[in-house]
């Protein structure tokens, strides 16, 4: 092979760089050429910038950056920074960012998701006014995710969330003519607002009691007794942080936005919401909880073992959010609650933390948001061509769909079943890992045992809203009396679904690696 | 590799037939079917195995083990492998899926390349169930299962099909995560690295679950063996978990009915004796008697509810529910004819309700009615439909030479002497009676739809069976017929590995 060849430490945050910087070229175009609506130009300069993101964070990933151990491949070609000596996690700026496994697994999410979006929507935004505002403000908010992937101070964490939340409101409201849209991207904005208000006050607390920001440096004031003579003050901060972390990944009790925004918003930005930036919320939450506040310290110092909020969040958030969907009749809110629902499924990773272990929790939750990527991705971007198509918006308008375009249905099942946990897709690993994690917890804390319980009934009911799904298309008969007779074949959302599709199917058999990866990461947190 | 490829071109074949011209799927699948039915043919003929597949002293046929995912500190691997309990399953499986494609040629005329392309995706997976070694890969296959199966019943069933497709999808599926639970936290208990059926076998009888959740060691292996009984007494089914079959069996189209009965239901009863009598000898003696109730409350309830239909299939489907209640008998009995026996039975209850749900679907299809009360004479206008219905009707009550006769000879023989179980020849004895209520029903329905004046209202003329209908029913029954004659041609196989289940269980 190659000598390998050293890059600046910095250039490991590439990953979310070369999203600000396709965020700045798409700007720098629009001011050039205003108003332009040259739609391959620009869903082109965003795909090109989210594949660019993709492709540095798996590289970085395959070459080892920011791995623990000398095991890494090092032979592709170079390293980043001291990695090749095996130190472990890059920190940057006095450790205000970090970059190790867990920050690039998670930007390797958010660019998938990215990527796929901004493909549909070279489609779906056909016609409308902005469409430089919209790539560029895509490429904003992934660039926020990416960063909250690798952010390692709460205030880093505040900013990056915020560069995350900022440009998702303005994208759910880009439909101005829509009220729906411009509804949505108003109460989006309220809730946001409100959560993260709280989010800050949390931070401030936690900073009066421990005297830092920087996760590590909480973390020593924890376990060195410091933080002691202010323990409700920092167990009051640590709950506030919980809320604002449940308001980005839409738990319980900060869910009400989702089916709204959801609902109202362009498709592909629901799929954004859902996927990419749930993964970012869920990326800050399990390192906070893991770096800053370690279980067994912080449970001494507040005298509260935090898990217990995680277990009750998991249990409330699957149950909700799986009875509201179980009832839906619209699509796209049926699929908003089955968000919610899987965000209680990935608490199970923090609920299921115990002292000594719970790598493989952990490791599951960060699988089924990979997984996720993919497979919510594609049902909601599936409704984008429903609405492409003009199909109304009900399981009833979408009776029969399979007779007039069986491929992009055919996905559709596959996306159903996968997220009901169903093999061979993909989704059936990531379910079953964190049932399983679960119940190698249980055997330690046997109040896990409910959590099982709890995840087997709401499997069941999830089963019977998304074959619902799967039966309308399939099973069900078009109502005569409904045109079916509409347009073509849109390129670009047929090529984000399929792709979804394939890698839902991919990953069953190549699950090996991400697991591999997921494990690593999650074993390298929880240690350090 | 013979396995795999025997699944590779299963699977490349349902993607195929899927993507075919709906006016050659059915030929098409037929022909693709014919591969795994004759790689699987070869694998009974070159078959060196000996022993148990998840106990120790014998040797794995066709095996293959390669790491799929690590999971942590345990590993998941592909891994596969035939004993003589699981080779005359996947044989049956390719079989029977190749005559059932025969007789769907008829009965299909919508969407044929999605429907041949799905019967042959759950062969494949069958075929998956009975040769992983593996409990996630195993479980992959059992619930692969349920989708092409839920599909099959919801898009080409009776009129009732989505309320039956969806009940049974849901039944399963419940059951399925119930299973997976106990199973998970059986490994958890155990010092095991690895999700291999055989390492988890060792394990626990060498020494059996540490404690869990509190819960102590015998306690878990208790609880557990309880959860997956009843997660697979759904499948299988037992009274009082049966009630999705009967309307996923009448709701189905012919061809699904034919693998749903011949095969499905096995998975249950072929689990059963993998997990719980394999891996719980101490928990098999302790709940024999409850079993056994169970067992015997299926036979006879299964039996008098066939007695009280007046649709056909439903006779063969509650019938279905009472030949299951034969194999948790044989079983329980934990006998070496018993087990012996019981795993015969799967076989011959196979063949048996195939035959049975084939000869009604093709009385359908020339009639379109399956009620009792509507048909007479029919022997007139179908006698060759007619007499083969009647030849499966006589392997169902045991006649003698025939399939049925063989595997309720040796189950009774083999509940009878049992030691594991109290009060053995009580249960047997009510277990016979059994028999003679499936006589009643089964003659009393034939007399009345079968013999007599022709009298059927129809606007068309209704005519004898192609003879691509009757031809896969004269294979099964030439097959009745030759394990019924020679029943050594599977059993002495059989034996071979249930006798170590019984060795390492204390019992001979």
């Not at chain 1, 909480?218 to 933080?227: D, K, P, R």
């Not at chain 1, 980005?248 to 919401?273: C, D, M, N, Q, R």
């Not at chain 2, 003929?45 to 000996?50: E, P």
């Not at chain 2, 692969?144 to 898009?155: D, E, K």
Request: hydrophobic share 55%; with cysteine.
């Amino acid at each position: 092979m190659i000598d390998a060849f050293t890059l600046p430490e910095w250039a490991a945050l590439a990953p979310p760089l070369l999203l600000a910087l396709t965020a700045l070229v798409l700007f720098a175009y629009d001011s050039i050429n205003p108003r332009s609506t040259n739609r391959p130009v620009l869903a082109g300069v965003a795909v090109v910038g989210a594949l660019a993101s993709l492709v540095t964070a798996v590289w970085f990933t395959l070459a080892g950056t920011g791995a623990d151990g000398p095991d890494a491949g090092y032979d592709l070609w170079f390293v980043v920074g001291d990695s090749v000596t095996g130190t472990g996690a890059i920190d940057l700026f006095g450790g205000q960012l970090v970059v190790d496994q867990m920050a690039l697994f998670f930007m390797i999410v958010v660019a998938v998701v990215t990527a796929l979006v901004a493909v549909a929507s070279y489609d779906y935004m056909a016609g409308h006014a902005y469409q430089a505002e919209y790539y560029s403000l895509l490429l904003l908010a992934a660039t926020g995710m990416s960063t909250m992937a690798a952010a390692n101070s709460l205030v880093t964490i505040f900013i990056a969330l915020e560069l995350a939340s900022l440009p998702s409101y303005a994208l759910v409201a880009i439909l101005k003519d829509n009220r729906g849209s411009v509804e949505a991207g108003l109460k989006y904005f309220l809730i946001g607002a409100l959560s993260s208000a709280i989010f800050v006050y949390g931070i401030s607390l936690v900073y009066g009691a421990t005297g830092h920001l920087q996760l590590e440096a909480i973390a020593e004031m924890i376990a060195t007794g410091e933080a002691d003579a202010y323990s409700g003050l920092l167990g009051l901060g640590i709950v506030m942080l919980i809320g604002g972390f449940a308001f980005k990944t839409a738990s319980v009790p900060f869910h009400f936005w989702a089916p709204e925004a959801y609902e109202g918003a362009p498709a592909p930005i629901a799929a954004f919401l859902s996927s990419a930036s749930k993964a970012a919320g869920f990326v800050i939450l399990f390192r906070v909880f893991t770096t800053a506040f370690p279980l067994e310290t912080t449970t001494a110092v507040i005298g509260l073992d935090w898990t217990i909020a995680f277990i009750i969040l998991a249990i409330v958030t699957m149950t909700v959010g799986n009875f509201a969907a179980a009832t839906q009749q619209n699509v796209k809110r049926m699929l908003a609650y089955s968000s919610v629902g899987h965000a209680g499924y990935a608490l199970i990773g923090l609920a299921a933390l115990t002292v000594d272990g719970g790598e493989l929790v952990l490791g599951a939750a960060m699988m089924h948001l990979l997984v996720y990527g993919f497979m919510n991705t594609g049902a909601f971007l599936f409704v984008g061509l429903a609405e492409y198509w003009g199909v109304g918006r009900t399981f009833d308008a979408y009776n029969g769909l399979a007779a007039r375009a069986p491929v992009a249905c055919a996905a559709l099942a596959v996306f159903m079943f996968s997220l009901a946990g169903i093999p061979p897709f993909g989704g059936f690993w990531s379910k079953y890992f964190l049932f399983t994690g679960a119940l190698e917890a249980a055997s330690a804390n046997s109040a896990l045992l409910l959590v099982a319980a709890a995840l087997v009934v709401n499997s069941a009911l999830s089963l019977y809203y998304y074959s619902r799904l799967v039966k309308a298309v399939w099973i069900n008969d078009a109502d005569p009396s409904l045109d079916r007779d509409f347009g073509g074949t849109p390129t670009g959302l047929y090529a984000a679904i399929l792709f979804a599709a394939v890698m839902t199917v991919v990953l069953l058999p190549a699950f090996g690696p991400v697991a591999d990866l997921a494990i690593d990461a999650a074993s390298a947190v929880l240690v350090s | 590799m013979m396995i795999e490829t025997i699944l590779a071109v299963t699977f490349a074949g349902a993607l195929l037939t899927f993507l075919a011209p709906n006016r050659i799927a059915g030929k098409l699948a037929f022909a693709i079917s014919l591969i795994p039915a004759g790689l699987s043919l070869w694998l009974f003929t070159a078959f060196d195995g000996s022993g148990n597949a998840l106990l120790e002293g014998g040797e794995l046929a066709f095996e293959n083990r390669t790491t799929w995912i690590e999971l942590g500190a345990y590993e998941i691997s592909w891994y596969v492998g035939v004993d003589g309990i699981s080779l005359p399953l996947v044989v049956l499986t390719t079989i029977l899926t190749t005559l059932a494609i025969m007789s769907s040629w008829t009965p299909i005329d919508i969407r044929e390349s999605q429907f041949y392309g799905l019967v042959l995706f759950i062969e494949a997976n069958l075929i998956g169930v009975f040769v992983a070694l593996d409990f996630f890969m195993w479980f992959i296959f059992w619930e692969a299962v349920l989708i092409p199966m839920y599909l099959l019943i919801g898009v080409w069933g009776g009129p009732r099909r989505k309320y039956a497709a969806i009940k049974f999808f849901i039944y399963t599926n419940v059951a399925s995560l119930v299973m997976f639970a106990a199973f998970i936290a059986l490994v958890f208990s155990l010092d095991v690295s690895s999700f291999g059926l055989p390492e988890v076998t060792q394990a626990m009888l060498n020494g059996g679950p540490d404690a869990f959740a509190g819960v102590a060691g015998s306690t878990v292996a208790s609880l557990v063996f309880i959860a997956m009984f009843l997660g697979f007494a759904v499948k299988v089914p037992v009274v009082p978990f049966h009630t999705w079959l009967p309307d996923a069996h009448v709701e189905a189209p012919t061809p699904a009915s034919v693998l749903l009965a011949g095969v499905l239901l096995k998975m249950g009863t072929y689990a059963l004796l993998r997990f719980n009598f394999t891996m719980f000898p101490d928990q098999v003696e302790t709940y024999a008697i409850p079993i056994a109730v169970i067992a015997v409350i299926s036979v006879i309830y299964g039996a008098m509810l066939a007695l009280a239909q007046t649709d056909l299939k439903r006779i063969v489907a509650y019938s279905s529910v009472s030949s299951m209640g034969y194999v948790i008998l044989g079983l329980i009995a934990y006998t070496h004819f018993g087990v012996g026996g019981a795993t015969f039975q799967m076989v011959s209850h196979g063949l048996i309700s195939g035959l049975m749900f084939m000869a009604v679907g093709v009385i359908y299809n020339a009639t379109h009615t399956r009620m009792v009360t509507d048909m007479s004479g029919m022997a007139d206008k179908m006698p060759i439909a007619v007499g083969i219905l009647i030849a499966g009707a006589f392997g169902y009550m045991g006649l003698p030479l025939m399939s049925g006769f063989a595997a309720e000879y040796f189950i009774f023989f083999g509940a009878f002497g049992s030691e594991v179980l109290s009060y053995a020849p009580v249960f047997t004895a009510l277990a016979m009676f059994g028999i003679v209520i499936v006589a009643g029903y089964l003659l009393f329905a034939m007399q009345r739809t079968l013999f007599g004046p022709y009298r059927l209202e129809t606007d068309y003329e209704v005519g004898r069976a192609p003879l691509h209908d009757i031809a896969p029913m004269f294979v099964l029954l030439g097959l009745i017929i030759a394990l019924g004659v020679a029943p050594e041609l599977i059993f002495d196989m059989i034996l071979d590995a249930v006798d170590p289940i019984l060795e390492f269980g204390g019992e001979a």
